[in-house]
């Protein structure tokens, strides 16, 4: 599979801290926070393909787990804009039962972690605090912190991904194979403003992908 990788100022997700930090994706405009990502099948002609079926619901898969299927207008929106984007390029919208040549799927993806971090590299190391003792009357005075003064994070990253699968050969091959997937992750990815622009982005990198 080739991997084609074009980031817009890479962005860590959506990123939920109990610390004071800032969030450096909400100073992201727009695209800047999403990041595409295409791999293909070099074994493929993509123009021997003349006809596509498209799942009518989006898989919801959380920490590798499928947690069910849901049609948002979000989910909509991604659906509308890979049909669209099929059929500029010379493929024919069919019915899954009418023998599609390539199957399209649609997921949305979340991964959490969580964790325990230390303060200590926070506190400045004279005061204890980046606050003069001075300011509240207790000049001359130390801050003090116990070992036990950490701090918990949880971070959910969320992606889309579009998964495009060779249904012709299946009976041939014995197995459904992948030939090709988009991925869009970052800021905003679950978003109706996001799906036309963040499909074409994916489209964009795939010229190969059409009839002729």
């Known amino acids: 599979m080739k991997n084609i990788v074009i980031p817009v100022l890479l ?3 959506i990123l939920a801290l109990t610390s004071c930090r800032k969030d450096p994706v909400k100073n992201l405009e727009g695209d800047e926070g999403l990041i595409y990502i295409t791999k293909h099948s070099d074994s493929v002609s993509f123009s021997s393909f003349r006809t596509f079926s498209i799942a009518d619901s989006v898989a919801v898969i ?3 787990k499928l947690e069910g299927k849901v ?12 049909k669209d984007h099929l059929v500029q390029r010379g493929y024919t919208l ?7 040549d390539l199957g399209i799927t649609i997921s949305r993806i979340y991964n959490t972690s969580t964790g325990v ?5 926070y506190w400045d190391p004279y005061y204890g605090s980046y606050w003069d003792p001075y300011y509240w009357g207790y000049g001359g005075y130390g801050y003090y912190f116990p070992s036990y003064y950490f701090g918990t994070y949880s971070i959910t990253e969320g992606a889309l991904s579009i998964d495009i699968f060779n249904l012709r050969d299946a009976k041939q091959t014995n197995r459904i194979s992948n030939v090709w997937n988009g991925l869009i992750r970052g800021s905003g990815v679950f978003s109706v403003s996001t799906a036309a622009k963040g499909v074409q982005a ?3 990198q795939s010229s190969y992908f059409k009839v002729s």
């Open 11 to 13: 962005a860590t997700g």
């Open 62 to 64: 959380s920490n590798n």
């Open 71 to 82: 049609r948002t207008d979000v989910d909509a929106a991604y659906i509308n804009a890979v």
């Open 94 to 100: 069919v019915g899954k039962d009418q023998n599609p």
């Open 117 to 121: 971090f230390d303060y200590g590299g």
């Open 202 to 204: 994916l489209f964009d």
